[in-house]
Nanobody, 114 residues
Framework: QVQLVESGGGLVQPGGSLRLSCAASGFSFSSYAMTWYRQGPGKERELVADISSTGSITTYVDSVKGRFTISRDNAKNTVYLQMNSLKPEDTAVYYC???????WGQGTQVTVSV
């Protein structure tokens, strides 16, 4: 079955950290770049971070540079998003995506609040 399953979201205080995971199955994960998106309340979905198939190239939206780190483990068919120094404006549903197949996960909620 071709799918992406996110996990790791939750409620965290400002300044805290979370690590999101996205487990892939049903396709050749190591052959493709992977991307994290997010959609905050009342906002459009935006690209947060992207990683190449080997993990050697990463890109980030300006608002998360220096705070978030995208990584992947091709042996585990999993892509991660380490989020540090979280801010209330990071509150959103976070999705992983395989752009080659336009495949999306179901999303995981991240809420940053006191």
């Amino acid at each position: 079955q071709v799918q992406l399953v996110e996990s790791g979201g939750g409620l965290v205080q400002p300044g805290g950290s979370l690590r999101l995971s996205c487990a892939a199955s049903g396709f050749s994960f190591s052959s493709y770049a992977m991307t994290w998106y997010r959609q905050g309340p009342g906002k459009e979905r935006e690209l947060v971070a992207d990683i190449s198939s080997t993990g050697s190239i990463t890109t980030y939206v300006d608002s998360v540079k220096g705070r978030f780190t995208i990584s992947r483990d091709n042996a585990k068919n999993t892509v991660y998003l380490q989020m540090n120094s979280l801010k209330p404006e990071d509150t959103a549903v976070y999705y992983c995506r395989n752009r080659r197949y336009d495949l999306w996960g179901q999303g995981t909620q991240v809420t940053v609040s006191v």
